[in-house]
């Protein structure tokens, strides 16, 4: 049935090295289903270990959990990357890991980088550099994407770091963006005024959270859809087939 | 080459680190991708750059740089200023361009090596 949902396509776990270790697959589930958020995509940096706990910890629950990934591409653009099923996700997994600077995380400087399973047990610690960039381009990334049936968001285009409109000063129009996000300094409605690169690509909000308290005060995006799939995400960022961003 | 004598040179506004102003400076490097500088950056160089978010600081760190320029008038984070202030990493800022601070540091004898 037709209904709307609220969705964060935008939220860290304790992969990454920036994020609270409060941000545990279990801990992010739990205040999901508290605040009536439907639908949360776990976009860790350069990494996706942590999304099997997520969907481990959403049985049972309202919540969908989408697989993705923050990318960081080698112009320093982030790129929020989503896939309906876990195994596209691996699939681009191993692309990136082919992608890899080689480096290997500093903790101390960069922060923890946490794998653990849907009751919150350390199971590893990551240890390759996550917050730096993939040796490959933002049209390879794309593309990559878009082959193995996932989609591109432009990550917070309204900050002054790590953005597509800062690292390149332009949105490029063929490399088949889903959408921009507009992070929670820049009010969705002025951001077409303030960042007119944007053009006519949707634009949805999320938390980008790093913490819970980022997740439970957003923002969120809702979408009118018929079930909490990335599909039917797609066909709302289209407004397509009566489907529709509601409110950023 | 000192920080401090940069400093002077660019009159240029310290907003933390000013602590570590007597630290040498071997060299000089400018890139606004960190990855660049991870790789390519040496101990005791000077950086300048037109990023103004707080991985500056871990970069710099990481690799053990004199200083860090941030230039073209950019306006670094607070976050930016605390780590910093935190990892006694001096930290500058100014009007002048990259390529301004670039040339003037070279004249000055600051080699790109």
């Known amino acids: ?248 | 080459m000192i920080v401090q004598e940069v400093v002077d040179l660019l009159q240029a506004e310290v907003v933390a680190g000013i602590g570590k102003c007597d630290n040498e400076i071997s060299g000089g490097y400018a890139s606004d991708l960190l990855s660049y500088v991870m790789g390519q950056g040496k101990t005791g160089n000077i950086w300048v750059t037109m990023q103004g978010h707080q991985n500056i600081v871990a970069v710099a760190s990481l690799l053990g740089l004199s200083a860090i320029v941030i230039a073209g008038d950019v306006k670094p984070e607070k976050e930016t200023i605390s780590k910093a202030e935190s990892e006694e990493i001096p930290l500058l800022i100014t009007t002048l361009s990259v390529f301004a601070v670039s040339g003037l540091l070279y004249e000055k004898g600051v080699s790109g090596a």
């Open chain 1, 1 to 248: 049935m037709m209904r709307q949902f609220v969705a964060d396509l935008h939220v860290h776990s304790v992969l990454s090295p920036c994020a609270a270790v409060e941000m545990t697959p279990r801990n992010i589930v739990w205040h999901a289903a508290k605040h009536g958020i439907d639908i949360v995509a776990i976009t860790d940096h350069n990494a996706c270990d942590n999304v099997v706990a997520a969907f481990e910890a959403a049985k049972g629950t309202n919540v969908v959990i989408l697989p993705g990934m923050e990318v960081e591409t080698e112009e320093e653009v982030h790129m929020i990357v989503l896939f309906e099923k876990m195994r596209q996700l691996k699939v681009w997994e191993q692309f990136v890991k082919l992608h890899m600077s080689g480096r290997l995380n500093d903790e101390k400087r960069f922060g923890p980088q946490f794998i653990v399973d849907a009751e919150d047990e350390l199971i590893g610690i990551k240890p390759e550099m996550l917050l730096t960039s993939l040796r490959v381009n933002l049209a390879e990334v794309c593309e990559k994407v878009n082959c193995v049936g996932g989609i591109c968001i432009a990550s917070h285009v309204d900050r002054p770091a790590n953005s597509l409109i800062t690292q390149l000063g332009f949105i490029p129009p063929d490399v088949g963006l889903a959408a921009v996000e507009v992070s929670r300094l820049t009010n969705p409605s002025e951001a077409i005024k303030r960042f007119p690169a944007i053009g006519n690509l949707p634009i949805v909000t999320s938390s980008d959270a790093h913490t819970i308290n980022d997740f439970l005060s957003g923002p969120r995006t809702v979408f009118y859809i018929n079930e909490p799939t990335l599909s039917e995400i797609q066909q709302a960022l289209k407004g397509k087939n009566l489907r529709k961003v509601v409110r950023q």
